[in-house]
C-alpha cells in the first residue's frame, strides 16, 4: 500500500510543472493569500476563480516574480520563485489584467522589443514575430499604431507578446475582462489553440464562471486568500448539487457575498481598463 | 576557470548594453511615431531665452563677466529644459505601472539595472531634441556658439548625462510616492530648488553663502558649468570639464544604483 503510495506520487511530481507549498503574502495585518497549496500539470488549462479581492491577482504577482512572498514556496519546472526568480522569469509568460501593450508603438514593434529583452536569436526574431502574428490572427494589422486596435485585438497581441519565447507556462491575469462576447470567444479560441499547438501550460484568473468552465482542465475557487474548493468543473459542481451552474458553485463556496468583493478602487480600475477595450 | 570567469563578465556586459539599449529604442521608435510632445516642449526654452534672456540681458543686473547676458543664459536654459522633462519622467513610469507595462517588464529576464537606465536614457533622447531648439533659437538671436566638432559631440554626452541623472532620481521619487497625484506635488518641489541652487541664470558668486554651499552638492551646477564651457565661445570653467564630467558620472551611478534597487517595489 505505501509504495503504490509514493509511486503515484512520483507520478505526479513528474507531471507537475508547478507547486506552491503554503504560500502565503500579508499586507500588514491582511492576508490576502493565506497558505495556499496547489499543483498544477504540464500541459494543464488552471483556473483561479472568486471574487474581486479573493487574492488571485496576488498569486499571480508571487508566481511571476513581481511580489515575494511572507511565507510558503513555489516553483516552476523545478526553480525557486525567489531563489531562481530568473531562471523562473525566463521560462513563464505573463500577460497582466491591464491592456499592457505599448500604444504607441505598432503591433511588430510591440513584438520586437519583447523579442529582443527575451533573447530570441537576430536571425530567428522576424520569423518567430511574423509566425506569433499569424498564430492570433494579427498579420493584416502588424504595421498600425496599437491604440487604433480594438480590446480583443490588443489582448491577442498580449499573449503573442507573452509567447515569443515559447514560455512553459503562461500566466493570464483576467484576460477577457471588458471585452466584448465576440471577441472574448475569439481570444478563447486562440488560448486552447496556444496549448494544443505548443503544449503550454495556462494558468489563468477570471471571475467569468461560463469562461472557467469552457477552458479550464482544472479550477479553483478562492475565497479571501484561501482555496475554497478545487476540482475539475464536472466535480465542482457536481458537489453542490444537480443541475447547477459553475455560477451557482461560486456562490456557495464564496459564502454568497459577491457583493462584498472589491470596493471603490477595484471598481475604478475595472471601469478604467474597460474605457480603453471601449 | 579565469577565462570561463571573464566570459561570464563579458557576457553579463553584453547583455546589460544589449537591454539598455532595447529599452532605450522603444522610446525612440515612439518618438518616430508621434513627435508633437517635443514640439510643444519647444515652448518653455523659447520663452525663457527670448523673453526672460532678453529683458535681463537690457537691464544689465547680472555681472557674467566677459560673456554676454544672453551667452552666459544659453547653456543654463538648455540644463534646465533637459532637467523639465527629466525630472518629469518619473510620472511616465506610474502612467506605465498603471498600464501594466512595468508588470511585464520586470517578469522579464531583462536585468533590473538595464530597465532603469534604458528609461533614463529614453529620457536624454528627449532632452536631445531640446538641445537641437534651443542651438536654433540660439542661433537665431546672435549668441555665440561654439562650433567646434568636439565640442558639440561633449555636449550631446552632458545633455545625455544631465537626462539620465535627473530621469533616475525622478523614477526614485515615483518608487518611493507611487501615485501620480502625490508625484507631481513632488516633482513641483524639486525642480525649483535645484534649479535656483544651479548657475543656470545667475553666476553662483552672486548667491548667498548657504545656496553657495548648496549649489556644491547639486549635480545641475555642474552640468551647466560643463555645458557654459563647451557651447560658448570664450565659455568659463568654474570647475573644470574633468570634474564635472566626474561628477556627473558618479551622480549617474549612484542614481540607478539606487533606483535598480528601488524599482521592483514600484509593483508591489
Known amino acids: 500500500m505505501q509504495k503504490v503510495q509514493s509511486a503515484t506520487q512520483e507520478a505526479q511530481q513528474a507531471k507537475s510543472i508547478l507547486q506552491t507549498q503554503s504560500l502565503t503574502k500579508r499586507f500588514g495585518k491582511l492576508t490576502a493569500v493565506d497558505n495556499l497549496s496547489i499543483s498544477i500539470d504540464s500541459g494543464e488549462m488552471f483556473g483561479l476563480v472568486g471574487p474581486n479581492g479573493a487574492g488571485k491577482t496576488t498569486v499571480i504577482k508571487m508566481l511571476t516574480t513581481l511580489l515575494p512572498p511572507t511565507a510558503g514556496n513555489a516553483s516552476i519546472a523545478g526553480f525557486d520563485i525567489v531563489h531562481h526568480a530568473q531562471q523562473v522569469r525566463k521560462i513563464i509568460g505573463y500577460v497582466p489584467q491591464f491592456l499592457s501593450a505599448d500604444g504607441a508603438l505598432t503591433g511588430y514593434e510591440n513584438l520586437l522589443i519583447f523579442a529582443k529583452l527575451y533573447d530570441i536569436p537576430r536571425s530567428e526574431r522576424k520569423s518567430r514575430i511574423n509566425q506569433a502574428l499569424e498564430f492570433m490572427g494579427l498579420s493584416n494589422v502588424s504595421g498600425k499604431l496599437v491604440r487604433d486596435y480594438s480590446g480583443g485585438m490588443i489582448r491577442r497581441l498580449e499573449i503573442a507578446q507573452s509567447m515569443l519565447h515559447r514560455p512553459r507556462v503562461l500566466f493570464l491575469d483576467e484576460p477577457t475582462i471588458g471585452l466584448d462576447p465576440v471577441a472574448r470567444k475569439t481570444v478563447w479560441k486562440h488560448m486552447q489553440q496556444l496549448r494544443s499547438e505548443y503544449g503550454t501550460t495556462i494558468l489563468l484568473t477570471t471571475h467569468y464562471m461560463d469562461e472557467a468552465d469552457e477552458l479550464c482542465d482544472r479550477v479553483a475557487i478562492m475565497h479571501l486568500g484561501k482555496v475554497a474548493a478545487i476540482g475539475t468543473p464536472a466535480e465542482l459542481k457536481a458537489s453542490v448539487g444537480e443541475g447547477v451552474t459553475l455560477d451557482d458553485v461560486f456562490a456557495y463556496y464564496s459564502g454568497y457575498e459577491i457583493e462584498a468583493g472589491g470596493g471603490y478602487r477595484e471598481a475604478s480600475r475595472t471601469r478604467r481598463i474597460m474605457r480603453r477595450v471601449g | 576557470?579565469?577565462?570561463?570567469?571573464?566570459?561570464?563578465?563579458?557576457?553579463?556586459?553584453?547583455?546589460?548594453?544589449?537591454?539598455?539599449?532595447?529599452?532605450?529604442?522603444?522610446?525612440?521608435?515612439?518618438?518616430?511615431?508621434?513627435?508633437?510632445?517635443?514640439?510643444?516642449?519647444?515652448v518653455q526654452p523659447a520663452l525663457w531665452l527670448l523673453i526672460y534672456g532678453e529683458v535681463m540681458s537690457s537691464i544689465k543686473a547680472i555681472p557674467t563677466g566677459n560673456l554676454s547676458y544672453m551667452d552666459f543664459v544659453a547653456p543654463g536654459i538648455l540644463a534646465q529644459s533637459v532637467l523639465f522633462i527629466a525630472i518629469f519622467y518619473g510620472i511616465a513610469i506610474i502612467w506605465e505601472r498603471d498600464l501594466g507595462i512595468v508588470h511585464k517588464m520586470l517578469a522579464s529576464p531583462t536585468p533590473r539595472s538595464a530597465l532603469v537606465l534604458g528609461k533614463a536614457l529614453s529620457a536624454s533622447e528627449r532632452g536631445l531634441s531640446q538641445a537641437a531648439i534651443v542651438y536654433l533659437l540660439a542661433l537665431a538671436v546672435g549668441i555665440h556658439l561654439n562650433g567646434n566638432p568636439m565640442a558639440l559631440v561633449l555636449v550631446i554626452i552632458v545633455v545625455i548625462l544631465g537626462g539620465a541623472l535627473f530621469s533616475t532620481f525622478s523614477l526614485i521619487v515615483a518608487c518611493l510616492v507611487k501615485t501620480r497625484e502625490r508625484f507631481m506635488g513632488i516633482g513641483q518641489i524639486l525642480t525649483m530648488p535645484l534649479f535656483f541652487a544651479s548657475s543656470a541664470i545667475y553666476p553662483i558668486a552672486m548667491m548667498p553663502s548657504w545656496l553657495q554651499a548648496a549649489s556644491r552638492v547639486n549635480p545641475l551646477t555642474y552640468e551647466v558649468d560643463a555645458l557654459r564651457t563647451l557651447m560658448i565661445v570664450g565659455g568659463p570653467s568654474a570647475y573644470g570639464l574633468t570634474y564635472d564630467f566626474a561628477a556627473l558620472l558618479l551622480a549617474t551611478a549612484i542614481m540607478v544604483a539606487i533606483a535598480a534597487k528601488l524599482y521592483p517595489r514600484v509593483v508591489r
Open chain 2, 1 to 42: 576557470m579565469q577565462v570561463s570567469r571573464f566570459n561570464d563578465y563579458v557576457g553579463a556586459v553584453t547583455n546589460f548594453v544589449g537591454k539598455t539599449l532595447t529599452i532605450a529604442e522603444l522610446e525612440a521608435r515612439k518618438l518616430h511615431h508621434d513627435y508633437t510632445d517635443l514640439l510643444t516642449r519647444a
